[in-house]
């Protein structure tokens, strides 16, 4: 078992999100929202019977699909290695390790705020959202940053001290950098979609 974490766009004020707060049955299977989003069908639901509260929650991801169906495809995954994305984004992670890191940066890695204390992933790790005003923060922080500077942080040296996340091994660091560099260019693209659409995130680490 391990930490992934995924990036799934939502509109503001979305009833997808209403619905999970309220409904404690559906909440329990908003983490499955990405998958469904890609793939709305019941085939794409738990193995054997679904239950009501999953079924209530496809097709409210329908719903959502109707009225925007560039949301399928508006999500970014960063498996793993987001506490690799996290280290060379933020000071405060560099820094001080260990601490809650409400930066920019910390915010974008892990998320703003819980939804529900029902929403939760299949590990217990409570769904975060982030709201639409602070995506759009997000997105111009990250299109300010110069990638190549933040190279001279991600050392096996550096990672290792601050306790870093599936820390990579020494000779494979350059290999991890390129990862991590295809996949920040992904980040922020994905925040910058986001923001031009006055979306927010669901942020999920499980």
């Not at 590990?123 to 997105?139: D, F, H, K, N, S």
């Amino acid at each position: 078992m391990g930490l992934d974490a995924t990036y799934q766009a939502l509109p503001g004020g979305s009833s997808l999100l209403e619905l999970a707060r309220r409904n404690i049955g559906v909440g329990g299977w908003l983490s499955s929202v990405p998958r469904l989003l890609r793939e709305p069908r019941e085939e794409s639901l738990s193995p054997g019977a679904p239950e009501t509260d999953e079924l209530q929650l496809l097709e409210a991801v329908k719903e959502l699909l109707r009225a925007r169906p560039d949301l399928a495809t508006q999500q970014v995954d960063l498996g793993r290695r987001w506490d690799h994305l996290h280290f060379v984004l933020s000071d405060r992670r560099r820094n001080e390790p260990g601490e809650e890191d409400d930066s920019l940066a910390g915010i974008a890695i892990r998320g703003e705020a819980e939804i529900a204390p029902h929403v939760v992933a299949g590990q217990g790790v409570p769904l975060r959202y982030t709201r639409p005003e602070t995506v759009e923060r997000i997105a111009r922080m990250l299109e300010a940053v110069r990638f190549d500077a933040l190279r001279e942080h991600f050392t096996f040296a550096n990672l290792r001290e601050a306790g870093v996340y599936k820390c990579p091994r020494e000779d494979g660091i350059e290999e991890a950098w390129q990862w991590l560099r295809e996949h920040l260019v992904l980040f922020r693209a994905f925040h910058v979609t986001a923001a031009e659409h006055g979306d927010g995130v669901l942020v999920r680490v499980d």
